[in-house]
């Protein structure tokens, strides 16, 4: 789920910055889509990891077994970037302009000849 959350904002910073996503060296044919199915039948897995942990009684123990990682996950990209003072940036103040010059064509961040 997490590897399929950058292709989502990625496409999202494209969408804002005026790029032809067609236009870069490397896309995925299936995108965005393919990154919203796997974002839900990934949360789908993870919500029901645990079932069995309901079933005949509530166990504790299988209940953690089973959801522990999400809140490790979640603490480690926080304490990420806490300890690496990192902010999350704005979709619109990504700085694209180093990109391929044939994908800028056209946008904000065309480059001079």
Known sequence: MV???PKVGGRQIVLTTGI???NLVFHGYLQPGAAYFAILFFSLILLFNGFPAFINGFKISDFFASYITVP???MCFFGWK???KTSIVPLDLVDL???PAE???GTRYEVEA
Request: charged fraction near 30%; charge should be positive.
């Open 3 to 5: 590897p399929s959350m």
């Open 103 to 105: 994908a800028l064509r």
């Open 20 to 22: 032809n996503r067609k």
């Open 72 to 74: 490790v996950v979640i």
């Open 82 to 84: 806490v300890y690496k």
């Open 97 to 99: 302009s180093r990109g």
